[in-house]
């Protein structure tokens, strides 16, 4: 009985050193408002590092409360650099498929969010925001982090992040 309880926690033990931490998420998305007062997307990963699969899903009503009905996703690995595009127009070489209205619909919450998966330095970067706090804001303003903030403030934040 003893060596039975010995071996089971031997591979508790193995399973929780091999799979390691998950990937955490940080502010380094972000959603601007241009003087045109389109949304934009803000992509900064942090440094040189590549990222992969940037997405952006909708729902309405609460986020991921069902299937996203309306957004975009990547299946590309290895972008790099920072980002900045209209929200629903994505770089036209990340070949991202779109689902759904490419519009900031009524009472819709969204989440954008790419991913770097390295072992032991993995993180997402995600900004979730609804219709309504895009549409407040300001040309110039920046919606991260669950709160309005200027370009330059969301730029140290991402950079602070890292």
């Excluded at 975009?72 to 650099?81: A, F, I, P």
């Excluded at 209205?101 to 954008?112: A, G, I, M, N, T």
Aim: one cysteine or more; hydrophobic letters at 35%.
């Amino acid at each position: 009985m003893r060596r039975t309880g010995v071996a089971f926690a031997g591979a508790v033990a193995g399973c929780l050193l091999l799979s390691g931490c998950g990937a955490i998420d940080l502010p380094l998305a972000g959603i601007r408002v241009g003087a045109d007062g389109a949304p934009h997307a803000l992509i900064r990963p942090c440094g040189d590092d590549t990222y992969e699969k940037p997405s952006l899903d909708g729902w309405a009503g609460a986020a991921d409360d069902g299937p996203a009905t309306t957004g975009w996703d990547v299946r590309k690995e290895k972008l790099g650099g920072d980002a900045e595009f209209p929200l629903f127009s994505p770089p036209p070489a990340w070949q991202a498929r779109h689902r759904g209205e490419q519009r900031l619909l009524p009472k819709h919450h969204y989440s954008l969010t790419f991913g770097h998966y390295v072992t032991g330095d993995s993180y997402n970067g995600i900004v979730e925001f609804s219709t309504e706090q895009i549409t407040a804001l300001k040309p110039g303003q920046v919606w991260a982090d669950d709160s309005v903030m200027s370009l330059d403030e969301f730029e140290k934040l991402a950079e602070d992040s890292c």
